[in-house]
């Protein structure tokens, strides 16, 4: 703690640099850490558990937030990981990015159509956010207000000049907080 702290007094009180750290879902730190820094990216990928399961089911990545905010974490300054890959559920040394999953499912079935594509979270044994997750982890992150979420890496998303030029991904990402952002809005009224 003593080298961030060195780090926020000489970037942030001295140059207004902001501090932002990549943090592994199963790492804490304690409460008074949380002060020196601006963002907090949680990795919510890769949790891979006993059961080979998916790597970055919606109940891992909640259970993750919770741990880090009851460490004393705000919720303010975390950022939600989202992969934009999957991995393979019996070797999760093997993953594919989300546009070749997408490209292999259409292969495989040519009458696949965006919405079939969109609900699908596991193809030829690759465990994978589908967009209805993302959205699912868009909601929840706008819900707890957290402070937003990020993709690793978007690159890997699915574009399609046609129906996703933005990525199928980021698309419903941004689709979802727009909604959540006015539901949660009209609440309050």
């Keep these: 703690m003593t080298f961030v702290k060195a780090a926020y007094e000489e970037l942030t009180v001295g140059a207004g640099i902001e501090i932002s750290i990549a943090l592994h879902p199963r790492h804490t730190f304690p409460e008074t850490f949380y002060q020196y820094v601006s963002r907090i990216n949680l990795m919510t990928y890769d949790m891979i558990t006993k059961e080979k399961g998916h790597h970055a089911k919606v109940g891992l990545m909640q259970a993750a937030i919770e741990t880090l905010l009851d460490s004393g974490c705000p919720a303010n300054k975390i950022l939600v990981g989202i992969p934009a890959y999957g991995r ?102």
């Design 88 to 189: 393979h559920k019996d070797n999760p040394g093997m993953a594919m990015t989300y546009s070749e999953i997408v490209d292999g499912i259409s292969q495989r079935n040519p009458d696949a159509t965006l919405k079939d594509i969109a609900h699908q979270s596991a193809w030829k044994g690759f465990m994978f956010d589908s967009p209805t997750a993302v959205r699912e982890k868009v909601h929840y992150t706008v819900a707890h207000k957290l402070k937003g979420v990020f993709f690793w890496e978007i690159g890997q998303d699915k574009q399609h000049e046609d129906w996703a030029p933005g990525g199928m991904l980021l698309e419903a990402a941004a689709d979802q907080l727009s909604n959540s952002i006015t539901t949660f809005r009209s609440d309050e009224l």
